[in-house]
C-alpha cells in the first residue's frame, strides 16, 4: 500500500513532543553540536534509571555491541553464542571481529535463547566460544539467572543485545544490567529514540574504559573533555589504538533525554496496549499470542500464525 496514505499503519511511529523540540533547538542555539554535556546528561540519565556503573552514548546500539566485543577482546576465529532469532545486528559485529556466531535454538515458550541448549554447547563444543550474547527478542526477558550461572560455571563474558529490552525486568534484575555488558537501541522505531544512537552499559571498569576509547578513534581523551581543560598541557591527547567513530552527537542526546523522562509512560501505555490485544487475540484460534512475561517490555507483539 502506499505508505503516503491515511490507510497505512505505520510500523512504529515515535512519539515526539515539546521536550524534544526545545531541547533540540538548545542545542541548536549553543554552538556545541557534537558529543558535549547533553550526551553526558543523558549517560548521567541511563545510570540513574538502570542503576549501573557506566553508560556510554553511542551513534548506534550495533556500535555498542562491537564495542563490548572489541572490549572483551574477542577476534580471529573465535565464536560467540547467540540466538538465531535476531536482527542482523547482532550477528555482524562479531564478523567485524573476525569471530563467528555459534547459534543455539530458541525456546518455544519465549522465543529466547535456550539457556539448557547454552549448556550443552559450552560442554560439549571445541571450539573456542568467548562470548554469549542473548537477545531479550521483542522485550521478553530472557531466563538470566540460567544463563548467568552457565556462564559463571564456565567462565565466559555475557554481552546482553537489550535493543527490545527498555525497559525489561529479568528474573536476575533489569535486562542490559546483569551481564558484563548490556546495549540498549534508540533507534528511530525502538521503545525510545534519539533518532538513530545506542547506550552500552557496563559495571565493568575494564569494558568501559576500554569502549570510551575506542568509540572515538581510540583517543584517550574525548572532545569536550579537552574543551573543558582549563590549561594547554591538558589539550594534549594520545592516540592509543586504530578506533571508532561511533559518539552520539549532542542533537541526538538532546532528542534521547527527552524521550528517556518519558520511558515508564510508554511503557504502560505499551503494556495497556498488549493486554488489549492479548486479549482480542485469544479468542482467535489461528493465530498463537506472544508468550506473556510480567518484565515485558512490549517493544514487539510477536503473533504466530
Ligand atoms: C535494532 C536492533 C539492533 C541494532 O540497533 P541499532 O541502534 O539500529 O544499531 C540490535 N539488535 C536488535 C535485536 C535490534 O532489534
Request: aromatic share 6%.
Given at each position: 500500500m502506499n505508505?503516503?496514505?491515511r490507510e497505512y499503519?505505520?510500523?512504529?511511529r515515535p512519539v515526539i513532543g515539546k521536550e524534544e523540540e526545545n531541547l533540540v533547538l538548545k542545542v541548536l542555539r549553543s554552538g556545541w553540536l557534537t558529543t558535549g554535556k547533553y550526551a553526558l546528561s543523558l549517560e548521567k540519565s541511563f545510570i540513574k534509571y538502570l542503576n549501573v556503573?557506566?553508560?556510554?552514548?553511542?551513534?548506534?546500539?550495533?556500535s555498542g555491541l562491537h564495542l563490548a566485543l572489541e572490549a572483551l577482546g574477542i577476534g580471529n576465529g573465535d565464536h560467540v553464542v547467540t540466538s538465531p532469532y535476531t536482527f542482523t545486528a547482532t550477528i555482524?559485529?562479531?564478523r567485524y571481529l573476525g569471530a563467528h556466531p555459534f547459534f543455539v535454538d530458541i525456546e518455544d515458550s519465549s522465543f529466547n535463547i535456550d539457556p539448557n541448549l547454552i549448556e550443552e554447547a559450552l560442554k560439549n563444543e571445541h571450539r573456542k566460544i568467548r562470548c554469549i550474547i542473548p537477545v531479550h527478542l521483542a522485550g521478553h526477558p530472557c531466563d538470566m539467572t540460567a544463563i548467568k550461572d552457565t556462564a559463571q560455571n564456565h567462565q565466559v563474558p555475557i554481552v546482553e543485545d537489550a535493543a527490545h529490552a527498555l525497559p525489561c525486568t529479568t528474573n536476575a534484575g533489569l535486562a542490559g544490567t546483569v551481564g558484563d555488558a548490556g546495549v540498549f537501541s534508540l533507534y528511530a522505531t525502538k521503545n525510545i529514540t534519539s533518532g538513530e544512537g545506542g547506550m552500552l552499559v557496563t559495571s565493568s571498569e575494564e569494558i568501559a574504559a576500554r569502549a570510551t576509547t575506542m568509540r572515538l578513534h581510540g583517543i584517550d581523551r574525548d572532545v569536550w573533555g579537552r574543551y573543558q581543560a582549563v590549561s594547554p598541557a591538558t589539550w594534549e591527547y594520545d592516540i592509543v589504538a586504530p578506533g571508532y567513530k561511533y559518539n552520539m552527537p549532542?542533537?541526538?542526546a538532546a532528542v534521547g533525554l527527552a524521550q528517556l523522562k518519558?520511558?515508564?509512560?510508554?511503557?504502560l501505555r505499551r503494556t495497556q496496549i498488549a493486554e488489549k490485544y492479548l486479549k482480542h487475540f485469544k479468542e482467535h484460534d489461528f493465530l498463537v499470542p506472544p508468550p506473556e512475561s510480567p518484565g515485558h517490555s512490549w517493544h514487539l507483539f510477536l503473533l504466530l500464525e
Open positions: 505508505p503516503t496514505t499503519i505505520p510500523f512504529a556503573s557506566h553508560a556510554l552514548a553511542l551513534n548506534s546500539a550495533t555482524e559485529i562479531a549532542d542533537l541526538a518519558k520511558v515508564d509512560v510508554f511503557h
